[in-house]
């Protein structure tokens, strides 16, 4: 194999597989080549990774040591992303009754969702999260590519018991948005009990799902390692939990005047 068709293929393994250590051998006997060879296209794939802002190649010396890829995304384009965010949301043509917001084509939009993913998965990725956590439904796809980006799996709180998921454990629990009480369930099979997980959803009002996502990650013995959430109203002040990441905070709607108050969180990292 050509060098320039084997810095391709390691790039393309090394990124398709965030955080996962490869050593050097696994390259060697793949690509039939020398180490120091694999050396060099590996510094190669480094240089090409940062020069397009995809994140870095870090390097694990000693015996048990290899390379690895690590996610990032620059202060530039974090800004950019949220104001993106904001553009979509300013939309006259999104007011709903009741001062909501139309937002599933953006939540389910696969170029949106990653870019606020790439956020979530630099702000966390030192956290030491097992799992990536969220609630049905709208919250799925921006947990899930978080989740990849990071190189761990999802559980998927339901809302309702499903017979597939075999033995639950479910709690009451009142939202943000309403004091109705309503209910949600996690399977005992979704994570190693002792393990860590981060919270990550779409929404936000008054921190009730939220609240109770983390209440319930606690009967299965999993410790709460961060919480992300792209959108956050900000009525009503008092949240039913303090801490957490928000990407944009939504203001006030207007559905006489069409118009949606929306500003960008400078504080995320």
């Known amino acids: 194999m050509k060098r320039s068709h084997r810095v391709g293929a390691i790039c393309q ?25 694999i050396s060099e296209d590996i510094s190669a794939v480094a240089a090409a990774v940062r020069a397009n802002g995809l994140g870095y190649i870090e390097t694990m010396p000693g015996a ?9 995304i620059s202060l530039e384009k974090v ?18 009754g009741g001062g909501f917001l139309y937002t599933s084509d953006i939540m389910y939009n696969p170029t949106i969702v990653k870019g606020m993913a790439q956020i979530f998965a630099k702000k966390f990725r030192s956290s030491g999260a097992n799992y990536v956590a969220t609630i049905e439904t709208k ?18 709180v339901r809302r309702e018991t499903k017979i597939s998921e075999g033995a639950t454990v479910s709690i009451n629990y009142f939202p943000g ?20 997980a981060l919270i990550i959803d ?26 992300g959430v792209a ?16 990407i944009v905070y939504l203001g006030t709607v207007d ?15």
């Open 13 to 37: 393994l090394l990124t398709e597989s965030p955080h996962k250590v490869f050593n050097l051998k696994y390259f060697c006997d793949k690509f039939s080549a020398a180490k120091s060879s």
């Open 255 to 269: 559905e006489y005047d069409r118009t949606v108050e929306v500003t960008t969180n400078f504080q995320i990292f």
């Open 139 to 156: 919250g799925i796809p921006v947990a899930f590519m978080t989740a990849q980006l990071l190189n761990i799996p999802v559980i998927v």
């Open 177 to 196: 948005s309403s004091e109705r009480l309503q209910k949600m369930s996690i399977s005992k099979r979704a994570a190693v009990p002792g393990s860590k």
């Open 79 to 96: 800004r950019q992303i949220q104001e993106d965010l904001c553009r979509l949301l300013r939309e006259k043509n999104r007011i709903l």
């Open 231 to 246: 959108i956050v109203n900000v009525e009503p002040r008092n949240k039913k939990v303090s801490d957490y990441v928000p």
């Open 64 to 72: 048990a040591g290899g390379v690895k890829y690590v996610p990032d």
């Open 202 to 227: 779409d929404f936000m009002r008054g921190g009730g799902s939220i609240k109770g996502i983390a209440e319930i990650l606690s009967e299965v013995d999993i410790e709460v390692a961060g919480v």
